[in-house]
């Protein structure tokens, strides 16, 4: 998990003060959205982060959290994730984390590839998507991933 923490934090990077993502999402430390605000963080929390900031610490506590409930959501919407090695299972959280779980239920053909142990058809499926454009190399590099079973060096 330690591999996957560390590039989420390097796709997502750090801001302390709340801004607006690509997607123009409010947001704020390692890309939460605080406007879907999936850990239900109370108003008083919210209030804080725009007015105070979210320091590192406490930023990737809440990127921690968010993987450990995209893990849970990802276990019963692909049941076969369980199947696949860790390396790929962090291909689909990262992209989720992105993406959000609706988003990533979107890439049906590179799910159904994914399924079937067609790692490379699911690499270029994830590659032939507009969320190539809007992400450039997190793209390039966790499709790689998904072809090949391993982290980048």
């Not at 049906?108 to 969320?131: I, R």
Request: proline share 3%; with cysteine; hydrophobic share 40%.
């Amino acid at each position: 998990m330690d591999k996957l923490i560390e590039q989420i934090k390097r796709h997502e990077g750090y801001r302390q003060n709340v801004y607006r993502c690509p997607a123009g999402k409010v947001t704020i430390g390692y890309g939460y959205n605080l406007e879907a605000n999936p850990l239900h963080l109370s108003s008083l929390e919210i209030n804080h982060a725009h007015k105070s900031g979210m320091d590192k610490i406490e930023a990737e506590r809440l990127l921690k959290l968010m993987v450990s409930r995209i893990i849970d959501q990802l276990e019963v919407a692909i049941p076969f994730i369980n199947q696949l090695g860790p390396t790929r299972q962090d291909v689909l959280i990262n992209m989720t984390y992105n993406l959000g779980l609706a988003g990533l239920l979107k890439f049906k053909k590179m799910l159904a590839a994914v399924k079937s142990g067609q790692y490379e058809k699911a690499a270029e499926e994830m590659l032939n998507s507009k969320w190539r454009s809007d992400v450039g190399n997190r793209a390039k590099e966790l499709s790689m991933q998904m072809a090949t079973g391993a982290y980048a060096q």
